[in-house]
Nanobody
C-alpha cells in the first residue's frame, strides 16, 4: 500500500516563502506523474502543478511564475515552493501520485493516491 504524507502547511504571511513537502511511503512501481492540487474555501479541488514522468512540468495559470515544483525521482518526494503568496492562495493543499502497477494477481493497472492534505492560510 502506498501512502502520501504532506508537511509544511500552516499560517504564513503574504510574501513569505512557503515550502510544502510530499513524502511517499510504500512500494511504488512506475510513477506516471506526481502533482499538487488545492481546494480553496468553497471551491473545488484544482491542479496547482504536475510533474509528468519523462515529460514536462505543468502549472495552472494562477501558479505560473509564483509556484515552483520539484520532484526527487529516487525517493518520490515532491516539493512545492512559493515566495509570492496571496490571500487567495489560502487552501488545503493535496499531494497526488499516479502509478502504473503490475501485480501478479491484478495484472497491469493505473492506481492513484491522495494525501490527506495540509492547510495553508495566507495572512495579508
Amino acid at each position: 500500500q502506498v501512502h502520501l504524507v504532506e508537511s509544511g502547511g500552516g499560517l504564513v504571511q503574504s510574501g513569505e516563502i512557503l515550502t510544502l513537502v510530499c513524502r511517499t511511503y510504500g512500494n511504488v512501481q512506475t510513477v506516471e506523474n506526481m502533482a499538487w492540487y488545492r481546494q480553496c474555501p468553497g471551491g473545488q479541488r484544482e491542479l496547482v502543478a504536475r510533474v509528468v514522468n519523462g515529460g514536462p512540468t505543468e502549472y495552472a495559470d494562477f501558479a505560473k511564475d509564483r509556484f515552483f515544483v520539484n520532484r526527487d525521482t529516487h525517493r518520490n518526494i515532491l516539493v512545492l515552493e512559493s515566495s509570492d503568496l496571496k490571500s487567495d492562495d489560502t487552501a488545503v493543499y493535496y499531494c497526488f501520485l499516479q502509478e502504473r502497477r503490475r501485480d501478479f494477481d491484478k495484472g497491469v493497472r493505473i492506481v492513484e493516491y491522495w494525501g490527506e492534505g495540509t492547510q495553508v492560510t495566507v495572512a495579508s
